[in-house]
């Protein structure tokens, strides 16, 4: 197919939320996989290397249109939004606990970051960072709890195990420590 | 709240009143892993005695100890002063060498380093897409920002159900089979229809069961789906039936 490129451009440009390599395949049946998959990657570097402000992004398992950031302070004119809002850093550290060491409970995380932990957890519940996904079978049946698409959206991750990894971690550790 | 000795409280200036911002601790251990960089100390041995004075230190300045937090912060020192005293204590047998009182600390303490990196490099990745937006900006309106829908209460549901229940009784007055059907595998069949169907009638729903059995369990199904906040229940009007949507903004399952 020769406008292959512009077909999947279509489907991202409709999609809201995320369009996964799946859904692109159900609409484009005939299309071998590898075709799909090299289209797609000629697309997104055709919006990088462009002029234009916008750029395709992969996150939370999908393929969606955003802006490029030195667009930033005039959409945020446009939204008559001062600033983002960013986590709290007792938020923040709640969530890597959580990424990191999931499915967990409230009183695990607590122990890892020694300090209650409920408040935090209600917080990222209401920001929908965080799910519960059921209960531990231990004494109490406390709830457990994992993060969600959001998160990955949020962090632009596309799947859990593009968290930083173990290596990352511990280089970042060596240079503080130095 | 604890202050670092690095980060020392600028002077109020009068114009911007009494606005102090200083490095926070979040917590015992935050603390603790300060004051080893400090005294650049081997997290894998660490004097204890040492620490734990310098933790002692900081604790004793109640002034900048968030009160809220205290109890925290003295169950560490609790811990502290106990590792020291297994460390001392004179014992019929020796300790093993490779246990050491220490290392349930140690292994917390490097534990939380990672999460405290992760943190870190989290924080840089908001960043960048603090500056990058996506079109969901413009998403269409939940069915619940409609100006007649209600969104029931648990009574609501409670009396639709009973309701029906009267009216199953009255139909089928026989035993109900002893069929088993678990709770799980009726939410995902909720959840498919929803998926199927985009929304669904309660009161009919649960009347298309076949057994009392089935229709119990669908109940405590919708209740369930409700509370997770996965499934919203409205009635359009004042003794319209209640159906139910899936919640847009539900975290997916």
């Not at chain 1, 406390?142 to 990955?152: A, G, I």
């Not at chain 1, 968290?163 to 550790?173: D, G, R, V, Y």
């Not at chain 2, 119990?216 to 199904?221: A, E, H, N």
Request: proline share 6%; hydrophobic share 45%.
């Amino acid at each position: 197919m020769d406008n292959l490129k512009e077909i999947i451009d279509a489907l991202i440009f409709i999609s809201v939320e995320p369009l996964t390599a799946e859904k692109m395949k159900e609409v484009l049946t005939d299309v071998p996989e590898p075709d799909i998959a090299q289209a797609l990657q000629e697309l997104v570097a055709r919006y990088e290397s462009a002029d234009g402000a916008i750029r395709i992004i992969q996150t939370a398992g999908g393929y969606v249109f955003s802006t490029k950031p030195a667009y930033d302070p005039y959409v945020r004119r446009l939204l008559q939004i001062e600033r983002k809002k960013k986590l709290s850093s007792q938020a923040l550290e709640t969530l890597s606990a959580v990424a990191y060491h999931q499915p967990v409970t409230q009183s695990e995380i607590s122990a890892i970051r020694s300090v209650d932990s409920t408040y935090a957890l209600h917080t990222l519940l209401e920001n929908k960072l965080i799910k519960i996904v059921g209960r531990k079978d231990a004494p109490g049946r406390p709830l457990l709890y994992r993060t969600t698409e959001k998160f990955l959206a949020y962090f632009g991750l596309n799947a859990i195990e593009d968290l930083p990894s173990e290596e990352e971690l511990i280089k970042l550790m060596q240079e503080e420590n130095s | 709240m604890i202050a670092t000795e690095t980060d020392p409280a600028p002077t109020p200036s009068p114009e911007d009143g009494y606005q102090v911002k200083l490095q926070v601790f979040e917590g015992p251990l935050d603390l603790l892993l300060f004051l080893i960089k400090k005294k650049k100390i081997d997290i894998n041995d660490i004097p204890i005695a040492v620490i734990t004075r310098e933790y002692l230190d900081y604790l004793s300045r109640k002034e900048r100890i968030n009160l809220d937090r205290e109890a925290e912060f003295l169950l560490m020192a609790a811990l502290l002063i106990y590792i020291k005293s297994q460390m001392l204590l004179p014992r019929e047998q020796p300790l093993e060498p490779d246990i050491d009182p220490r290392k349930e600390l140690v292994d917390r303490l490097a534990d939380f380093q990672k999460i405290k990196a992760a943190s870190t490099l989290l924080r840089e990745k908001e960043d960048a897409m603090s500056q990058v937006w996506k079109r969901t900006v413009l998403t269409a309106p939940l069915p619940e920002e409609d100006l007649d829908l209600i969104e029931v209460s648990l009574f609501d549901l409670a009396e639709s159900f009973f309701t029906l229940m009267k009216r199953k009784q009255s139909e089928n007055p026989r035993v109900i089979k002893g069929k088993e059907i678990s709770m799980a595998d009726k939410m995902n069949e909720i959840v498919a229809v929803l998926k199927a169907r985009g929304v669904l009638d309660f009161l009919e729903y649960l009347d298309a069961q076949g057994t009392l059995e089935e229709a119990l369990i669908s109940f405590f199904c919708l209740l369930e789906l409700i509370k997770a906040r996965l499934i919203i229940a409205i009635q359009e009007q004042l003794f319209h039936t209640i159906k139910v949507w899936p919640r847009k903004d539900a975290a997916p399952a």
